[in-house]
């Protein structure tokens, strides 16, 4: 799916049902960009390792991703400019 592999500006999102959630964190893990992402399970408990295992620095579990405005991030990988807008090195 073009949305999930292209870097997207705008208010997209793409929806991948998957019935395994090691399939659904190796999808969410196989993206170039890094600035967030979110993996709902139908069972909270089932989710629970998801976001351990998962890349993007800004996962969310049964919520949607960047939701703290408040809050700086550069994202990661293709997505990210290190920890310039954080003020590391």
């Not at 979110?38 to 069972?43: F, N, P, T």
Request: proline share 7%; charged share 15%.
């Amino acid at each position: 799916m073009a949305a999930t592999c292209n870097k997207n500006f705008g208010p997209i999102a793409p929806v991948i049902p998957f019935s395994d959630i090691d399939k659904a964190v190796e999808s969410h893990n196989a993206v170039e960009y890094g600035l967030s992402g979110s993996i709902h399970a139908g069972d909270v408990s089932a989710g629970d390792g998801s976001l351990i295992a998962s890349r993007p620095t800004w996962s969310r579990q049964d919520r949607p991703g960047n939701d703290e405005a408040h809050v700086s991030f550069s994202g990661t990988d293709a997505s990210s400019v290190g920890g310039y807008n954080n003020g590391l090195p």
